[in-house]
C-alpha cells in the first residue's frame, strides 16, 4: 500500500507563486497532479515519469507550472508561478506503477492517491 500526502496549498493572489509537494511512502512511482474544481471533473495538470526523465503538462499550464521530483526524499513537487484565479482547486497526486504503460494525463491509470491540499488564488 502506498500512502500520498501533499502540502504546500493556501491562498495566493493572482500572479502569486506556490509550492505543492507530495511525500510517497514505499517504491518509486510514476506520478502526476491532478486538480478539481467545484462542480468540475477532475483534470490533469502535470506528470513526470519514475526517474523525472520525461515530464508532461496540460496546456493550461505550460510554461507556469513546473514539476520535478527527488527520489532520494520520495517527493514530488509542484512549483506554481504565474498563478490565476481559475488554478483555484484542489490538488491532488496520484502514483501509477513503472513501465506500466499507462497514459499519464488519465487519472483512471492510477492507483493512489493522496488526500489533497486546496489552492485558492484571488484576484
Known amino acids: 500500500q502506498v500512502q500520498l500526502v501533499e502540502s504546500g496549498g493556501g491562498l495566493v493572489q493572482a500572479g502569486g507563486s506556490l509550492r505543492l509537494s507530495c511525500a510517497a511512502s514505499?517504491?518509486?512511482?510514476?506520478m502526476g497532479w491532478f486538480r478539481q474544481a467545484p462542480g468540475r471533473e477532475r483534470e490533469f495538470v502535470a506528470g513526470?515519469?519514475?526517474?523525472?526523465?520525461?515530464?508532461y503538462y496540460a496546456d493550461s499550464v505550460k510554461g507556469r507550472f513546473t514539476i520535478s521530483r527527488d527520489n532520494r526524499k520520495n517527493t514530488v513537487y509542484l512549483q506554481m508561478n504565474s498563478l490565476k484565479p481559475e488554478d483555484t482547486a484542489v490538488y491532488s497526486c496520484?502514483?501509477?506503477?513503472?513501465?506500466?504503460?499507462?497514459?499519464?494525463?488519465?487519472?483512471?491509470?492510477?492507483?493512489?492517491w493522496g488526500q489533497g491540499t486546496q489552492v485558492t488564488v484571488s484576484s
Open positions: 514505499g517504491r518509486t512511482y510514476d
Open positions: 513526470i515519469r519514475w526517474n523525472g526523465g520525461n515530464t
Open positions: 496520484g502514483a501509477q506503477p513503472t513501465f506500466s504503460s499507462r497514459d499519464p494525463l488519465d487519472p483512471r491509470g492510477y492507483d493512489y
